[in-house]
């Protein structure tokens, strides 16, 4: 059993940056692949981020490629999203999940469906002003 909490979400101005933060307990997820999903007011939540439970591949969004950078640190148990040049669209509660344990045959897969996921953390408000 994983269990995932976010921090690091707040008000910001658009240009401003931001790093979220997703911390495991309970048990490390050093084999989980990882994600991170935002939902926006009115929206349904949607993909954002994804990493390879080996960490040598991400996927990200077409509309925050190039401003966020997901990362994690096995050893503090804790995946990132760094948010750069927010802006006013990005605003939303982002949800950090977890995959079950990863094998051999899914080394590089990420995966950018929220059902494909098996934790999932209880979410850090993220606003975005311009």
């Known amino acids: 059993q994983v269990q995932l909490v976010e921090s690091g979400g707040g008000l910001v101005q658009a240009g401003d940056s931001l790093t979220l933060s997703c911390t495991a307990s309970?048990?490390?997820?050093?084999?989980?692949?990882m994600g991170w999903f935002r939902q926006a007011p009115g929206k349904e939540r949607e993909f954002v981020a994804a990493?390879?439970?080996?960490?040598?591949?991400?996927r990200y969004v077409d509309s925050v490629k190039g401003r966020f950078t997901m990362s994690r640190d096995n050893a503090r148990n804790t995946v990132y999203l760094q948010m750069n040049s927010p802006e006013p669209e990005d605003t939303a509660v982002y949800y950090c999940a977890a995959k079950s344990t990863g094998t051999y045959y899914t080394l590089n897969a990420v995966y950018t469906q929220a059902n494909r996921y098996d934790y999932w953390g209880q979410g850090t408000r993220v606003t975005v002003s311009s």
């Open positions: 309970g048990r490390t997820f050093s084999n989980n692949a």
């Open positions: 990493m390879s439970w080996t960490g040598a591949i991400t």
